[in-house]
């Protein structure tokens, strides 16, 4: 099985890339103070979380940070699944692309990571997001790493198809798509793929990949999605 990261810059890739560049420009998302007083609060338990395991156990800076939404939060043995590296585990409930961009502050900056390997998109397209409106974000959020952490490269996981979401699957390409285009034209932007080998050979999820719910990954999904990401932060 081949495991496919950042993708080979093609003439088309990268006029795509320019098209999605310039869209965003002019579509750029900002986090208000309200919206930022709205995530705290409603992630306030997953934060105070995250303080408590600080304040325990300090972590130092240039770790490979995780962040984003449950599929990390529900990784309980991550750091078993990197032991060459230090990782640092920030995964929070449902969250969508707009909620990591307005924690930065607390879940992202502060750990002054070397890596940060994001899991979002998921949620936000349930939600009834649009591929742009996604993509949008997640841009603002890379600005935002290449201003504030210039040497920290980027690793964004594909969105996953699951069963229990499959009828939202046409949607989360799109944005992936959005996403791997971006990759082509930014060397400090890794995609990750791992929807693809969570395909069986008809285009559909492999249901033994999840768990009870058919959303979340179980064990063996889990090994699936370390063996990928090893490959891809070892080999940027």
């Given amino acids: 099985m081949t495991m496919q990261t950042a993708t080979r810059r093609t003439p088309t890739a990268a006029i795509l890339a320019a098209s999605l560049l310039s869209w965003t420009a002019c ?26 395991e600080d304040a325990a156990h300090p972590p130092r800076p240039g770790c490979t940070l995780f962040v984003g939404s449950s599929s990390f939060r529900l990784w309980h043995n991550l ?35 070397r890596e940060i390997v994001v899991y979002e998109g998921d949620n936000d397209i ?13 841009r603002a959020f890379l600005r935002e790493v290449h201003r504030r952490l210039p ?5 964004f996981v594909s969105i996953k198809p699951s069963p229990a979401r499959e009828s939202f699957w046409p949607m989360a390409q799109q944005a992936n798509q959005k996403v791997r285009a971006l ?37 063996t999904g889990y090994a699936l999605w370390a063996e990928i990401i090893r490959q891809a932060l070892n080999h940027p």
């Fill in 27 to 52: 579509h750029t998302p900002t986090v208000t103070p309200a919206q930022r007083h709205a995530a705290e609060t409603r992630w306030a338990e997953d934060l105070q979380r995250f303080a408590a």
């Fill in 79 to 113: 750091s078993e699944a990197f032991p060459d590296r230090c990782t640092l585990n920030r995964g929070f409930g449902g969250s969508q692309m707009h909620d990591l961009l307005a924690l930065a502050d607390r879940l992202v900056w502060p750990y002054a990571p």
């Fill in 126 to 138: 349930a939600a009834g997001k649009s591929p742009d409106q996604f993509y949008a974000e997640f």
């Fill in 151 to 155: 040497h920290a490269r980027v690793y």
């Fill in 183 to 219: 990759a082509d034209s930014d060397p400090r932007l890794c995609y990750i793929d791992v929807a693809t080998p969570m395909l069986d050979a008809h285009g559909r999820p492999r249901p033994e990949l999840f768990g009870p719910d058919r959303l979340h990954l179980n064990p």
